[in-house]
């Protein structure tokens, strides 16, 4: 079936840089979303995006964190600068309109240290 | 939380037996999505129920929603070591664009 991409799948970075995660979603997907996961805990939404802005953020999304997807290219996350408790696995998952299920992609594990 | 607690659990199973997971949640959902979470990869939608429905089938899956108790179950049959991994439901809190998911349930299925 069709597939999210997500690039890289693996990033190791130190505290206080910046890092941008890389989403490709389904080509006629419109809804995007980002979740975070620590390791065996529950998916916690992030934020969700459409028609160029995001819908809404959630206590999680914190100021530092941002998300676009200029002209069609990869939808993004870029945490700047990052802190040690941001090391998680990040899922980037989009929908069609009027669908209810998602398409996930297969997680960015980011260790930052 | 949006979850009770039985929410979390970790079942180790023989392969061929049958299991059943549940769920339930504390506020209005249009739509309780069943996902199933193998090591290392995103999560993967097996079975939608819908609030107008009470059971549905998709091979050897079948789901129940129970609106009135807002609780939901997950049945697998002839269950296989391939059916190993976490097993999260999902609810839409009203249809707002964001699914929000339990605590999840860790199956682990022995050959």
């Known amino acids: 079936g069709p597939k999210v991409l997500q690039i890289p799948s693996h990033q190791i970075i130190d505290m206080g840089q910046m890092v941008t995660l890389n989403c490709d979603p389904v080509?006629?997907?419109?809804?995007f979303y980002w979740y975070k996961q620590i390791l065996g805990q529950q998916m916690e939404f992030l934020v969700n995006f459409y028609n160029g802005k995001v819908m809404e953020k959630s206590k999680l999304f914190k100021d530092q964190f941002s998300v676009e997807r200029p002209d069609g290219s990869y939808f993004t996350l870029k945490i700047q600068p990052t802190a040690l408790e941001d090391s998680a696995v990040y899922f980037c998952?989009?929908?069609?309109?009027?669908?209810?299920?998602?398409?996930f992609g297969s997680g960015t594990r980011l260790l930052v240290i | 939380s949006q979850w009770g607690e039985e929410n979390l659990q970790a079942l180790s199973i023989q392969e061929g037996e049958d299991v059943t997971m549940n769920c339930s949640y504390k506020t209005y959902t249009t739509v309780v999505q069943w996902y199933r979470q193998k090591s290392g990869k995103g999560p993967a939608l097996i079975i939608l129920i819908r609030s107008n429905e009470r059971e549905k089938r998709s091979g050897r899956l079948r789901a129940t929603l129970d609106t009135s108790s807002q609780s939901s179950s997950l049945s697998i049959t002839g269950t296989l070591a391939t059916d190993t991994a976490v097993y999260f439901c999902?609810?839409?809190?009203?249809?707002?664009?964001?699914?929000?998911f339990g605590l999840g349930t860790t199956l682990q299925v022995q050959p």
């Open positions: 998952a989009s929908s069609f309109p009027g669908d209810s299920d998602y398409t």
């Open positions: 080509s006629n997907h419109l809804y």
């Open positions: 999902a609810t839409d809190a009203g249809n707002t664009r964001k699914l929000i």
